[in-house]
């Protein structure tokens, strides 16, 4: 419902919480940072706090699951109780199951499940602080836990939401954009083959809008992969660094 005293954009343009229209919120990607998983990442995106954990290919339990052509990819997305303003009920609820699908199906473009068969690769998006924007941060995260657990994979998926707030188009929604303003659209992209592996829309956009969204999009998640792109780079010139 629209909220008549809200103002999310001032005359100049500029958001509510400080940025332009086109403009990320501060992004930090740190890789490798649980010990127990066989890849992990870290992704804060502004108040929008993940952690991506990932085991396998691993055996699968029980045995009769197991495929014999490929790997099955296994997601969970889950938002702890304590990283929204509503404290959210234990246990999945029908928006993480929903989540956990689209993020499965958004990662399956991209890895090469039958390099594995018969085994399991299983894929945890924890989401520890939620302000907008976590299906696609879960994803960013969620790929770049992958490629560190050394799972072969056509490209990375890096991830935004756009949308339409006040009339105006903006990148990377958070969370009062997301519920006071028109339209929010998630969107993922294996950068490299310039494929879209999702896409949902919530809200409406004409087809000019629309366009100019998608374009919007692809300009963050360029700059997302760019940065996904770094901090792979930076950890494994760390690990060479290490070894001479
Ligand atoms: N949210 C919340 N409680 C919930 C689910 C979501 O407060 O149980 C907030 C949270 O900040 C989330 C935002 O609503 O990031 C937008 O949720 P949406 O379902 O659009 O998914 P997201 O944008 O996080 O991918």
Do not use: W
Not at 162 to 190: F, S
Request: charged fraction near 30%.
């Amino acid at each position: 419902m629209k909220n008549e005293k809200l103002k999310l954009i001032s005359e100049e343009g500029i958001r509510i919480d400080g940025r332009k229209l086109e403009e990320l919120r501060p992004l930090r990607i740190e890789i490798g940072v649980l010990d127990k998983s066989d890849g992990s990442a870290y992704v804060e995106l502004g108040k929008t706090k993940i952690f991506a954990a990932v085991f396998g290919p691993r055996e699968v339990h029980p045995k009769h699951l197991a495929l014999p052509d490929r790997a099955i990819l296994n997601c969970r997305y889950h938002m702890t109780s304590f990283s929204v303003d509503e404290r959210k009920p234990l246990g999945m609820t029908r928006r993480e199951i929903e989540l956990s699908k689209v993020i499965r199906e958004a990662l399956e473009s991209v890895v090469f499940l039958e390099e594995f068969p018969r085994t399991s690769i299983d894929v945890y998006v924890e989401v520890i602080q939620a302000d907008g924007g976590t299906r696609t941060a879960g994803l960013t995260a969620a790929s770049l836990a992958l490629a560190e657990a050394g799972i072969p994979m056509a490209d990375l998926v890096a991830a935004v939401a756009v949308g339409k707030v006040e009339g105006h188009l903006v990148l990377d929604l958070c969370d009062i954009e997301d519920k006071y303003g028109e339209a929010d659209m998630p969107i993922a992209m294996a950068p490299r083959l310039n494929s879209i592996v999702l896409l949902q829309l919530n809200g409406r956009l004409t087809k000019e809008e629309f366009r100019k969204a998608l374009e919007l999009a692809k300009k963050g998640i360029m700059e997302i992969y760019q940065k996904q792109r770094d901090a792979l780079r930076k950890k494994y010139s760390e690990v060479s660094l290490m070894e001479v």
